[in-house]
């Protein structure tokens, strides 16, 4: 069975660091497209950030920019995302996401994803 595993939450105090990672376990292919989006009570799932290995390229969300970075382990199905100088308006649920194609068009789209993980909590005390 094939599935997306989120670990690294955790509670965190403003301006500190956290580093997430995503497992995609039972896969027998290598998948190239990958993101994170999260969600904050009472709020829409958002954007966070993702990456495309086959064209080398990232995308991050105007809030994530400067503050976190996306990054995977060469040849295996793991990723990271490193999130330094967290603020309070960084709580959330972070979901890790698996896609068949992105671009710079269809990263932010929650509809590119076609397997999401269940998640970790995110708490960032102010």
């Known amino acids: 069975q094939v599935q997306l595993v989120e670990s690294g939450g955790g509670l965190v105090q403003a301006g500190g660091s956290l580093r997430l990672s995503c497992a995609a376990v039972?896969?027998?292919?290598?998948?190239?497209?990958m993101g994170w989006f999260r969600q904050a009570p009472g709020k829409e799932r958002e954007f966070v950030a993702a990456l495309s290995g086959s064209r080398d390229m990232t995308f991050y969300a105007d809030s994530a920019k400067g503050r976190f970075t996306i990054s995977r382990v060469y040849g295996q199905n793991l990723m990271h995302l490193q999130m330094n100088s967290l603020k309070p308006e960084d709580t959330a649920v972070y979901y890790c996401?698996?896609?068949?194609?992105?671009?710079?068009?269809?990263?932010?789209?929650?509809?590119?994803?076609?397997?999401w993980g269940q998640g970790t909590q995110v708490t960032v005390s102010a």
């Open positions: 996401a698996a896609s068949r194609f992105l671009s710079s068009d269809s990263a932010h789209d929650i509809g590119s994803y076609d397997k």
């Open positions: 039972g896969y027998s292919f290598l998948i190239e497209d």
